[in-house]
């Protein structure tokens, strides 16, 4: 089988701008989509819980009301008392090595106090309640409760809320013993728009959220902005992405593989090798060929390949630096001789896999790094989710009447400079006065 898959080289007079098209995938703004979401949002402020036995009805082919908006904590340990064992052993050596990972990114309170006792510092304290979005349906997600809910719970969030659909009534049990591990407290079987909505809004039944987290369809993420500032979220997450930078001391067929696994995400995910050697790229082309036909998803890995997908052929080690800089990849490999040392050189990132056996799969489940990553170049600017995304920062100002004379002065001279007279005098009130 032979793979479309587009070939870029440095030295072309026009690489940048083929680089460019091939990093420009925003997908063009559906306003049908927008509507539609906010028809929807505006359904579950108005009507509540009704609008969500509605809505789950229509969508999921269930009678919610009838059988309960709510999975009782009894049935996520039935979950997890009934699953394989093997499951269980995997989802919780999943949970500790996450739980392990994200406990050394802990923020402290802290704060000093200066010579004329002014003390300044800053408090850390978690959110109060934060809610997380699965996916349900025809996919089967237990490492997207981990990666949400563990830090979360690190954190030290009171009550953590999971949403998600459960089409035709079916649970996932996986997702429900993956959310009794990692201290998920409350389950509602509701997706969508809707689950958004009723988050950030909340209903009778269904606490409002100060925040919300997860992945979902392209109407949950549209949900999920729409309602930013009413609650906080993680990301706008877009396709699945990979970047393999390789020479030639890595097995072709693992690159391969590797470029596969992303692409298998779907259509629009994309999956891109790096390399000085041409030699190298056309190894990789012929393991891509190869190894196809005896891929489950090959139609889709075909089409993400075609569509998304590129073999690009760098003329120093310079341009190495400068185009993973510019793709700043969701997901970044190096499987290279100096891996190490290229490793620190590139500086936009969402997670870096160094050397050969750092297999990207192996961080969406179990490394112990947050599977949550910035993707469509947003590495540039942004961070994976972690426990410092559930603590806020409240600055702590307590200023002497020492400190006062100092501070106020200058804080006098700046209002005035801004007209601010109200504040310039509100400072001056606390200046000793002159006998």
């Keep these: 089988m032979n793979v479309a898959i587009k070939k870029l080289d440095s030295t072309a007079t026009d690489f940048a701008s083929q680089l460019r098209s091939l990093l420009h995938r925003d997908h063009a703004v559906d306003n049908r989509v927008e509507q539609t979401v906010s028809t929807l949002i505006a359904d579950v402020v108005s009507s509540g819980d009704q609008a969500l036995f509605r809505l789950t009805q229509e969508f999921d082919k269930f009678d919610v009301e009838a059988r309960g908006l709510e999975v009782r904590q009894a049935r996520l340990r039935q979950a997890l008392e009934t699953i394989p064992s093997t499951q269980r052993d ?3 050596y999943a949970v500790e090595r996450v739980r392990s990972y994200h406990q050394r990114q802990l923020l402290e309170s802290w704060s000093y106090t200066e010579g004329d006792g002014t003390q300044l510092g800053q408090k850390v304290t978690p959110m109060k309640r934060v809610g997380v979005y ?3 349906g025809k996919a089967t997600y237990p490492s997207s409760v981990i ?5 979360a719970k690190v954190a030290g969030v009171k ?8 089409p035709n009534g079916e649970y996932n049990d996986m997702v429900l013993a993956a959310a009794a591990l990692s201290g998920v407290d409350r389950v509602f079987r509701i997706g969508g728009a809707q689950a958004i909505a009723a988050l950030a809004y909340g209903t ?3 606490p409002a959220v100060d ?8 109407f949950v993420a549209t949900a999920k902005k729409q309602v930013f500032g009413k609650v906080g979220i993680d990301m706008i997450a877009g396709p699945s992405e990979v970047l393999v930078i390789a020479d030639d001391s890595v097995d072709p067929d693992w690159v391969a593989m590797d470029l596969f696994a992303q692409a298998e995400h779907d259509e629009i995910a994309q999956s891109i090798l790096l390399t000085q050697s041409e030699l190298v790229a056309e190894r990789v082309q012929q393991s891509i060929n190869k190894l196809l036909p005896s891929m489950e998803r090959a139609d889709i890995i075909q089409q993400s390949l075609k569509n998304n997908g590129a073999l690009i052929l760098a003329n120093s080690r310079d341009d190495i630096i400068a185009i993973a800089d510019e793709i700043a990849a969701e997901h970044l490999e190096i499987f290279t001789a100096d891996a190490e040392l290229l490793a620190d050189e590139i500086t936009n990132a969402g997670a870096i896999f160094i050397g050969p056996y750092s297999a990207e799969s192996l961080g969406d489940y179990c490394a112990g790094p947050n599977h949550v990553l910035p993707t469509a170049g947003t590495a540039r600017f942004t961070s994976p989710l972690g426990v410092y995304d559930f603590q806020k920062r409240t600055s702590m100002i307590r200023i002497s009447q020492a400190g006062a004379q100092t501070i106020g002065k200058n804080a006098s001279v700046l209002a005035r400079g801004e007209s601010l007279t109200g504040h310039a005098r509100s400072a001056e009130y606390r200046l000793d006065k002159k006998k």
Aim: hydrophobic share 45%.
């Design 90 to 92: 995997a989802l919780e």
């Design 134 to 136: 699965v996916p349900g």
């Design 147 to 151: 990666m949400n809910a563990v830090p």
């Design 159 to 166: 009550e953590l809320i999971m949403v998600s659909p459960t």
């Design 204 to 206: 009778k039944t269904i």
């Design 211 to 218: 925040k919300i987290t997860g992945p979902g369809n392209i």
